[in-house]
């Protein structure tokens, strides 16, 4: 597993918001041994879940020479998928070690809960890790 943070900037509209952007920070937590990507985005009033049904997308990334992801969004604890996240890692520094591969990743977002939307895009660099 490993643990990305990084930030976030996006535009909610609805009730109580008038679409100005807003900063936020982002999170991204991925298993590359089964391909799960989970995470999600905290703005001041807002928050975007990146599910746990998010997944590395094997096929479409061989054709793009990139590790490409994505999965639904939830927002505000909404019962329901209300939107997409897709993204690309990013950051290949020559070593045979495990850090040396996939160091940062940028993607956008959309996401509704019913009430208002958002919409946007993160950037994220990755902790370092150790296998097992």
């Known amino acids: 597993m490993r643990s990305y943070t990084g930030g976030a900037i996006g535009s909610i509209l609805g009730l109580d918001r008038t679409g100005q952007m807003v900063i936020g920070t982002a999170t ?7 391909g799960q990507v989970s995470g999600g985005i905290a703005f001041p009033q807002d928050t975007i879940d ?26 505000n ?9 897709t993204g690309q890692f990013f950051g290949v520094d020559p070593g045979n070690d495990i850090n040396s591969i996939a160091k940062e990743a ?27």
Do not use: C, K, W
């Open 28 to 34: 991204l937590n991925v298993n590359f041994a089964s």
């Open 50 to 75: 990146f599910t746990n049904l998010g997944r590395i997308d094997e096929l479409h990334s061989l054709a793009r020479d990139g590790l490409i992801f994505g999965g639904p969004t939830i927002m």
């Open 77 to 85: 604890g909404a019962n329901f998928i209300g939107g997409t996240y």
């Open 106 to 132: 940028a993607g956008t977002f959309n996401a509704n809960d019913g009430v208002r939307a958002a919409i946007g895009a993160f950037g994220v660099q990755g902790a370092n890790m150790s296998l097992p």
